[in-house]
């Protein structure tokens, strides 16, 4: 069944980059010129997927207001001529035809994917977690929706992490089916040093069936005491297996510090703008190390 809908958590507190994230949410966090939640939009536009909900949560507002139309900066770049940033501007406002919803508490990822039970309905959706910005030549959702028509399981994306970081993510137990795809038989939120089943984890993006939330509603706090979303994705895989796939794209995770220096180093440094400059700079800097 083709994916239609995503869903885009965008209510976290984002902690780890405070006092950054303090008034600014931190998916409105620039990479170079464009802020990270309308880079996964464009991603969900590139793989065909229009119909999106973003939750948010209270301070959020501006990511409303950023795909929305800005009249009176509209009228200013039309009388200025400035066509160029104008079209740039109003195509924001027309990338996809997206709603919101606030999650009240919050109360981690999988009681914010709950929150859109009712967007949702009863076909299988996407989840773009809202501070993992992926930049490839493919949509990395595209690529699950892909695994999701073909072997009619929930999918997840997975990426592998390095062994001293993988307490901080998710364990998954893998095995290959083809390149780049394997069938998930368990996984652990946040395993401590005996609990590690590979270290496959699950990066930013799924794509799971209606039956997630009847799971999610009786899910229990788990790690950190938020009701977690691969808590219930366990469950899922347990009932009948999920398919993970490694997708092609490069992530950054606009959850921290380094990877948001590492995203916009590395736009910099192809930006048709500044990348001439950046890479003079760059080169001078680690010259000076
Ligand atoms: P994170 O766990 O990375 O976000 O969730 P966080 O809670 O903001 O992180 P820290 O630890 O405080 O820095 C991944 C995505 O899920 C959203 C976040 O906004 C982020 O985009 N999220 C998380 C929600 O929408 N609601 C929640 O209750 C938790």
Known sequence: MKIRKAIIPAAGLGTRVLPASKSMPKEMLPIVDKPAIQYIVEECVAAGITEILIITGRGKNIIEDHFDYSIELENHLKNKGKTEMLTQVQHVAELANIQYI???KTLGLGH??????????????????GDDVIIGDKP??????EAYEQYGLGVCGVKK???KDISKYSSLKVELIKEHIFKVSDMIEKPGPDEVLSLYSILGRCVLPPKI????ENTKPGAGGEIQLTDAMKEL?????????EYSGKRYDMGNKFGIMQAACEVALQHPEIKDDFKEYIKSLAASL
Do not use: H, W
């Not at 939330?213 to 999610?216: E, N, Q, S, V």
């Open 102 to 104: 606030r999650q009240k």
């Open 112 to 129: 914010a994917v709950l929150c859109a039970k009712s967007f949702v309905g009863n076909e299988p959706f996407a989840v773009l977690y």
């Open 140 to 145: 990395a959702i595209g690529e699950l929706a």
């Open 161 to 163: 992490v390095a062994e």
């Open 213 to 216: 939330f009847d799971i999610l």
């Open 237 to 245: 895989t347990y009932k009948e297996s999920m398919i993970a796939v």
